[in-house]
């Protein structure tokens, strides 16, 4: 199983990012995918969510409006559009995978976990 996330670097202020994560070694189209990301010195946290086919989708409160989930069960991808970026969004961003979605935050649901890409938002 591998989930590498790609896509990540820096970026001023206001700008724009596109996260990718590629899976293989299951059945993509079975698992529920979600995107959290942890600080320096922080905990992680829950980003967004997408169902198996995208008809439930997710976001923390914190990038609702902002960021946008998206799936692709055909070439096994998951990605986030990350717009209007601020220095607190700053983080490495983690794909992962659940058979079980909920409201897709929890992260104890999730089975498979990437190594994730590191976002700079900074002017």
């Known amino acids: 199983v591998q989930l590498q996330a790609s896509g990540g670097g820096l970026v001023q202020p206001g700008g724009s990012l596109r996260l990718s994560c590629a899976a293989s070694?299951?059945?993509?189209?079975?698992?529920?995918m979600g995107w959290f990301r942890q600080a320096p010195g922080k905990e992680r946290e829950f980003v967004a969510a997408?169902?198996?086919?995208?008809?439930?989708?997710y976001y923390a409160d914190s990038v609702k409006g902002r960021f946008t989930i998206s799936r692709d069960n055909a070439k096994n991808t998951v990605c986030l559009q990350m717009n209007s970026l601020k220095p607190e969004d700053t983080a490495v961003y983690l794909c992962a995978a659940s058979k079980i979605l909920r409201d897709g935050s929890s992260e104890g649901l999730y089975d498979y976990w990437g190594q994730g890409t590191q976002v700079t938002v900074s002017s």
């Open positions: 070694g299951f059945t993509f189209s079975s698992y529920h």
């Open positions: 997408i169902s198996r086919f995208g008809a439930s989708i």
